[in-house]
């Protein structure tokens, strides 16, 4: 069900409603568009409805991703320079208690398709990051504009992701 945020701006406050809790009812939740859906309530001034809305999320025993905006903006920042078979991702961590943000970011590069790489990851396979029981849901705003690219780009851009959010705040985990 993936829906481009400016999609929103044309729908009236029950259609984002119904939109942003079919996300937050699919399996696995879709995390970027029931986000989406409260922060364009925030946009339009209506503080009651997003609250509302986040209630009902809250009911589902999920919350909407308040940093995201700030996130897609650091993003955007990176570029490709060179075409290739690797690629960057970002995946949404979920359950930390500390610190007061329910939410993190784990960041990875891969020769692999982007799903299937996710699918080791969730799976705790071997070649699963040990934070694998947090990880809820590819973020693709965050990394689609960036990929493909070459293997040497792949690894300089995740660094540079890792540290582009970590200095802006965020727990990050990856290499």
Known sequence: ??????????????????LGLAAARSTPPEYELLTDAWLEF???GREAKAGAYERKL???GLAPISWLPKAREI????RRKR????????????GYLAGGERYGLYIGETSKAVSVRF??????GRLAAQCHRKMRNLLPSLFEHINPLDKMEAKHLEARLIAAFREAGFRVEGS
């Open 1 to 18: 069900m993936e829906t481009d945020p400016g999609t929103l701006l044309y729908l009236e406050s029950p259609e984002i409603e119904a």
């Open 119 to 124: 699918e080791e990851h969730v799976s705790g």
């Open 42 to 44: 925030k946009r339009r």
């Open 75 to 78: 993003a955007k920042q990176f």
């Open 83 to 94: 075409r290739g078979n690797h690629h960057v991702y970002v995946i949404l961590l979920d």
């Open 58 to 60: 809250a009911e589902l």
